[in-house]
């Protein structure tokens, strides 16, 4: 199956610097999502990202579709307290005789940490 | 709040027990997905039911079974525990199939003691 390779794992920040992730693939990816996990609660989805070369933004987020569509970026910018938590990357793959169609594989994360 | 819930938010059982997860889905959403959210695996995507009809199967095991009811709710089985089904289960909906969008619910902890 499909592997992500998510980096960095962990990142340990001023408030206010910017914040910058990314995700590499395998094989082609046809969607990037990317998403934010709290403990104890469910992955909340920031941005989705539908084409190659794709630059989305959601607020102090942005979020970049790789041109070979094996890669992904999300970039935060003043960085605030309230940003900590887990970061994913999440991609669909085209789907394969309908054997991977609708499922998201997942990168391992990236622990985001803001010092105030 | 995304929309999606689940039930029971924890859940604590012995080995060799059956245990069944309940998931609603977001409002007019047609797909259901399970995931497994362990620290070793990270999450790893189990099954997608689209309207009633199994859609899609990840690395579940044959001890665990889902199914997708007429009101368009979704329930987890898992049967046989075992200590290493500790994990978290979530599940998520997306408005069909053609859409990658997914939302996740709060999860279910699962502990097998």
């Known amino acids: 199956g499909q592997q992500l390779n998510q980096s960095p794992q962990s990142m340990f920040i001023q408030e206010g610097e910017d914040v910058s992730m990314n995700c590499t693939s395998s094989?082609?990816?046809?969607?990037w999502l990317w998403y934010k996990q709290d403990p104890g609660e469910g992955p909340v989805l920031l941005i989705a990202l539908y084409k190659a070369g794709e630059l989305t933004s959601n607020g102090r987020l942005t979020a970049q579709f790789g041109t070979t569509r094996k890669d992904s970026f999300l970039n935060i910018s003043a960085s605030i307290p309230s940003d900590v938590g887990i970061y994913f990357c999440a991609g669909a793959a085209p789907a394969d005789r309908g054997s991977t169609l609708g499922r998201l594989y997942f990168g391992r994360g990236t622990q985001l940490t803001v010092w105030p | 709040d995304s929309g999606v819930t689940q039930t029971p938010k924890h859940l604590i059982t012995a080995t060799g027990q059956r245990v069944t997860l309940r998931c609603s889905p977001r409002s007019g959403d047609l797909s259901v997905y399970w995931y497994q959210q362990s620290l070793d695996q990270g999450l790893q995507f189990l099954i997608h039911?689209?309207?009633?009809?199994?859609?899609a199967k990840g690395n579940i095991l044959e001890r665990f079974s889902a199914q997708q009811f007429p009101d368009l709710h979704s329930e987890l089985n898992l049967s046989s525990l075992e200590l290493g089904d500790s994990a978290l289960y979530f599940c998520?909906?997306?408005?069909?199939?053609?859409?990658?969008?997914?939302?996740f619910g709060p999860g279910t902890r699962l502990t097998v003691l």
């Open positions: 094989s082609i990816f046809n969607t």
């Open positions: 998520a909906s997306s408005v069909d199939t053609g859409n990658n969008e997914q939302f």
């Open positions: 039911y689209y309207n009633g009809e199994e859609r």
